[in-house]
């Protein structure tokens, strides 16, 4: 089973998103986590109503610091903001596989109802996509370098609905 990290800033909403899609798309293969540099203490209230759309899960789900992963093993970190990925990742991180995955901050979306919806939707498309792409590789039987190099590029895939 591959451990992933997913990281922002503040771990309320993308990260968030990710970390409960991760563990339900990579059941069996992925058991995902979701961590913060600067974590807000607190989960976006989009987020956890579009996971809650989607039949996601939400327990158990929390706004923390990476420091806690110190002591756990982790094998991915990807970060979803960009701000995130050029911070100086803990110590322990060091030969963590590392890559990028930026998606715009649907907690920032400005508008009608709608338009606020839609932007969360979009993010959640995003992520689900990417993780696709990536439970569609060999991942069992990739070295780190050649993992790291096809998760950004995974990272650079556009909205295949825009």
Same mark, same amino acid.
């Given at each position: ?8 800033? %503040? ?24 961590? !913060? ?8 209230? !989009? ?10 899960? $939400?327990? !158990? ?17 990807? $970060? ?26 649907? !907690?920032?979306?400005? %508008? ?10 979009? $993010? ?39």
């Amino acid at each position: 089973m591959l451990n992933v990290l997913v990281i922002c800033t %503040g771990n309320s909403c993308r990260s968030i998103i990710s970390e409960a899609l991760f563990n339900e798309l990579g059941k069996g293969r992925i058991r995902a986590y979701s961590a !913060g540099s600067r974590p807000l203490g607190r989960l976006n209230a !989009g987020a956890v109503a579009l996971l809650q759309r989607h039949g996601l899960s $939400t327990e !158990g789900l929390s706004s923390k610091s990476w420091e806690i992963f110190e002591d756990q093993p982790i094998d991915v970190a990807i $970060t979803v903001c960009d701000s995130a990925a050029g911070e100086t990742c803990p110590a322990y991180m060091r030969q963590v596989a590392r890559a990028h995955w930026g998606l715009a901050d649907p !907690g920032h979306a400005q %508008g009608t109802d709608e338009e606020v919806e839609a932007a969360f939707e979009a $993010t959640y498309r995003a992520v689900e996509h990417r993780i696709n792409k990536m439970l569609a590789l060999p991942l069992e039987e990739m070295n780190r370098e050649a993992l790291v190099v096809e998760l950004n590029e995974i990272g650079k895939i556009d909205h295949p609905w825009n």
